[in-house]
């Protein structure tokens, strides 16, 4: 088997130390080509390059954004010819949804071993995904509020910041004291429904959970799984109670987040989100900048994943 090792060596919980043990284990059992990647975009570059020769796995060690690219490069060219590798993930991240949402441990080493487990075993599963627009997305993307977190965050890590649990909550409570007191932007259709005006926000999920705060699962639509259509939530009030009323719901368990104030739906193939003034738009945690017009849809079984 031939495989392709693509590193994010800025990941916020990668090592050099790790790295090594990760490609010594996996050039055991594998015929490896490690790719320390340099610049945005290197990774899809990596990954499209591995598609184009005809690699049989395509492994992605990093955060959600070092997975996005690697999925986006992989399944840039859809060419018949070409043979699509299986994609493995080692997460070497701070959230790690996507990995920790297929079931994988958050350790790199133990992830490893369930990596060399399911080569040695020939195990594997499809998964379906999303798309925004013309961008892949493997758990979740977002307009709105949960965008410009993204992008104050990467701001903040740019200028030397430590990306940690508490300084996404200051941001996210920083930004929702600024888009609070604004008007609603946003109209959602979701299918062949009648469009919904009036809403501050649009959170799109490909799984569940939404993300994790810490160690705890937030859970936006827990009927959304890899299996499923897509699932949106989005709220047209953002009185503080009322915010903190949803998300303590999401914190709780399994609970579905329900409410008047709340536009929720489940397993759906195609959303619509249209802005009256162009907002940040975010997938897998990586900022695209500002979008007038997102267009959500479901592609299943996209993807084969070896776990």
Known sequence: MRAVLVVNPQATSTTAARRDVLAHALADVVKLEVVQTRYRGHAADAARAAVADDIDLVIAHGGDGTVNEVVNGMLSDPRPEHRMPRLGVVPGGSANVFARALGLPKDPIEATHRLLQAIASDSSRLVGLGKANDRW?????????????????????????????????????????????????????????????????????????????????????????????????????????????????????????????????????YIHVACQEPLRLQVDGDNLGERSVIEFVSVPDALRVAV
């Open 137 to 269: 997305f493997t758990f979740n993307a977002g307009v709105g509020w949960d965008a410009d977190v993204v992008a104050e965050v990467e701001q903040l890590r740019g200028r030397g910041r430590n990306v940690t649990p508490a300084l996404y909550a200051r941001t996210a409570l920083s930004c929702y004291f600024r888009m609070s007191r604004q008007a609603p932007q946003i109209t959602v259709r979701v299918g062949d429904e009648p469009p919904t005006t009036g809403l501050h926000t649009a959170f799109v999920a490909n799984t569940d959970p939404w993300t994790y705060l810490g160690s705890r699962p937030m859970r936006m639509n827990p009927d959304t799984t890899f299996d499923t259509g897509l699932g949106v939530f989005s709220l047209s009030d953002m009185n503080a109670y009322v915010v903190l009323r949803y998300i303590a719901q999401m914190l709780r368990g399994r609970a579905k987040p329900h409410g008047r104030n709340a536009l929720r739906r489940a397993d759906v193939d």
